[in-house]
Every structure is written in structure tokens, then in C-alpha cells.
């Protein structure tokens, strides 16, 4: 039976990014690491998209836009972005240059293996594939298991589905230099409902109808809402050159309470999704640089994840968007319509101050955060 330092069950954004940092640190040459994953990461299955001003992955940006509009039924604005910039990074890049880096490294194995089970057993861990068995000092685990989340009542979660579009139309209708962050002038239906736009050119365009609700909709409800907006925007002649559907979990539920002292859960299976927004790559990116310090240092991984005023503010959200599902058109409009829209980035990545925070906290509707924050106190 093979050992190995670490092991990383799974390979997606999380476990690669991690693997990346420990490439840069003398400490983990000498470690041995195996990455376990059904999909050999050849393909396009995903892209990211963030805002930033700059990160190690700069080359690998696929697209950037430095202006952002921003929309619902009573007003349209559209604001420069700087100091950043919004960002479109594509999986199959991300991949190829991780794995050329990994491959540099006689240390590090990636193995083509369905992950069946694994566990601590004192002093040691053991993962089953379908094929063997390997054992371990300590196991990252990136295997999302959606039913801890469903079988509780206590963290809402809140769905971030969506269906997009890769069109190219006839008429030059498209912005090429700003993204449509947020268009909540669609119907809401009862939800909170919008369209997200990333321009390639005046004629091409990825566009997604997008919705934070508990329940998803039946494919043809998102297509014909697309098609529809194409139609506002002046597109009535338009190819589909791909199409994507997805759904991103929005929970503030205690993921880290399943970590073990020689098992971390990481990635979405981690809580590293941030909540409110269902952004991943920058909060990825935080906690993978976090990640490989610690483990220089700690060998208890139930020490790693710290508990901050932001995990509390998502909370607050997510709980009104699940129980008032209609007014999250209201909540972010009343932050996007007017001053400066830096801090509110700034707020969203968890780096502003506590006035900082104030700021935007009193631009939103009071009383539903109120009533949010009495009802988790006496829950």
C-alpha cells in the first residue's frame, strides 16, 4: 500500500491551486502528494470569473472588462471598476498550467481514480478508490456532499442556478469593454431574478439568466427569459455558438465542523465558496496561500478555519433571500445605486474595515436585517 504526506481527493480549483502554493515552498519538495480525481482536467468543464487588480494567474486571463453596469426596474448605471478589474479565466488554461508545473515535480502524483471512501485511523489516513487503497498523514478532501446541507434546517441554502448563452448576433448589440454584472429589470417572479452579460465583441456575448432561490426551474423558463432579453436588447437574429447550465450552492452551513485532526475539507466542500455571492476563485485563492503556511506549522486541521464577522453578514442574507426570497432585487440595488462602488468590493472580498462595513450595511434595507439578526439570535 503506497503513503504519501498528503493526499487531495479531488483535483478541481481548491486541490490544484493548494498544490500550486506548495510548489513555491522549499518545505513540501521533499513531501509526498497525490492528487485523485475521476476527470483527467483536460477539458473546458469551467471558467471563473472575478473581480481583481492583479494575482500569479495574471497570464492566464482570458478576458477582462474594466467597467461594470449595474440595473433593475427604476434605474441603470454603469462604473468604472479601477483599482480593479473584472476577470474571465477559463478552466482548461488553469489546468494546463498547473499540471505542466506539477509534472516538473517527481514528488507529486495524479492518479485517474474514483474516490469510494476514506477515513482517519489514528495516527494515519486510509483512501479507497475503486481499484486500491492508499494511506496517508493528512487527506483534503474536495468531494462536495450536498445532503449534510439538506438533511439540517438551520442554514438555509439558497441555489445559485443559472442557464448561459455563447451567442453571436447579427446586429452589433453588446458593450465590449463592460460586463452586465447585475440586471435585475426582468420580472422577479417572486424571486431574485437577473441577467449577468460577458461581452467578447459589439456582436458576441455570453449571457445567463440567473436566479437565488431555493427551487430550480425547468431548462426552457431560463431559455425563453434569454431569449427574451436578446430580443430587448435589439438581437432578434442571434446563433448559439454553446450553451452552459449550472448551480452553485449558497449556505452559511459549518462545513468545517466535519474536519478531523488529519482531515481537511476544502473547496466547496470546505465552506470556501463565499455565501452571499457564490464567488469562488478569490476566496480559493486566500485560503490555498493560508493552507499551505499552516501545515508548516499546525498538524491539527481543525485549528485552520477562523470564524469572522463576514461569515456573519452572509448568514443574515442568505436568510432573508431564503425566507424573502423577493426583495434581494432591493438588498443589492440599494448598495449598487449610488457612491462609491470600490468599498462595496472591497466589502464583498472580506478586506474593509469595520467602519468600512457600516457604510455599506446602512445602505441596505434596515428592518430586514434587523428582523434576520433577532430571528438567528433566538433560533
Known amino acids: 500500500m503506497q503513503h504519501y504526506h498528503y493526499i487531495f ?10 498544490v500550486y502554493e506548495m510548489l513555491q515552498d522549499e518545505f513540501y519538495l521533499d513531501k509526498r502528494i497525490l492528487l485523485l480525481d475521476t476527470d483527467a482536467k483536460k477539458t473546458n ?6 473581480w481583481d487588480s492583479q494575482n500569479e494567474f ?38 494546463r498550467f498547473v499540471f505542466d508545473e506539477i509534472q516538473q515535480h517527481p514528488n507529486i502524483d495524479f492518479v485517474q481514480e474514483t474516490v469510494i471512501d476514506f477515513e482517519q485511523m489514528g495516527q494515519h489516513c486510509t483512501v479507497k478508490t475503486q481499484s486500491r487503497s492508499y494511506t496517508c498523514n493528512y487527506i483534503f478532501n474536495s468531494i462536495f456532499r450536498p445532503e449534510r446541507v439538506v438533511a439540517q434546517q438551520k442554514y ?14 447579427e446586429q452589433p448589440v453588446f458593450t465590449p469593454d463592460c460586463v452586465t454584472f447585475m440586471d435585475f429589470s426582468v420580472a422577479q417572479k417572486g424571486n431574485t431574478r437577473f441577467m449577468y452579460v460577458l461581452p467578447m465583441s459589439e456582436n458576441e456575448a455570453l449571457v445567463e439568466y440567473t436566479l437565488f432561490s431555493a427551487d430550480l426551474l425547468e431548462k426552457q423558463a431560463y431559455e425563453t427569459e434569454i431569449k427574451a432579453y436578446l430580443e430587448k436588447l435589439g438581437a432578434a437574429e442571434f446563433e448559439i455558438l454553446e450553451t452552459e447550465q449550472g448551480n452553485i450552492p449558497m449556505t452559511c452551513y459549518p462545513f468545517w465542523k466535519h474536519n478531523q485532526e488529519r482531515i481537511l475539507h ?48 452572509d448568514l443574515l442574507l442568505i436568510d432573508i433571500l431564503y425566507h424573502k426570497n423577493q ?6 440595488a440599494s448598495m449598487f445605486r449610488r457612491g462609491q462602488v470600490e468599498p462595496i468590493f472591497k466589502f464583498l472580498d472580506e478586506e474593509s474595515s469595520l467602519a468600512e462595513d457600516l457604510n455599506i450595511i446602512l445602505r441596505c434595507p434596515k428592518r430586514w436585517f434587523i428582523l434576520a439578526l433577532v430571528h438567528r439570535i433566538f433560533k
Not at 13 to 18: C, G, K, P, S, Y
Not at 156 to 169: A, C, D, E, N, S
Open 9 to 18: 481527493t479531488g483535483s478541481g480549483l481548491a486541490a490544484l491551486m493548494t
Open 45 to 50: 468543464d469551467r471558467t471563473w470569473c472575478f
Open 58 to 95: 495574471e497570464k492566464l486571463t482570458h478576458r477582462v472588462w474594466p467597467k461594470a453596469l449595474f440595473a433593475d426596474e427604476h434605474f441603470s448605471r454603469t462604473f468604472d471598476l479601477a483599482p480593479y478589474q473584472y476577470k474571465m479565466l477559463r478552466g482548461a488554461d488553469f489546468y
Open 156 to 169: 438555509p441554502l439558497v441555489q445559485q442556478h443559472f442557464v448561459g448563452w455563447l451567442v453571436k448576433t
Open 266 to 313: 476544502i473547496g466547496s466542500a470546505g465552506g470556501w465558496t463565499k455565501a452571499s455571492t457564490g464567488y469562488t476563485f478569490k476566496n480559493t485563492l486566500k485560503k490555498s496561500k493560508q493552507l499551505a503556511q499552516f501545515l508548516k506549522s499546525k498538524t491539527d486541521m481543525r485549528a485552520f478555519h477562523k470564524k469572522n464577522r463576514f461569515w456573519l453578514y
Open 327 to 332: 426583495i434581494g432585487s432591493h438588498i443589492f
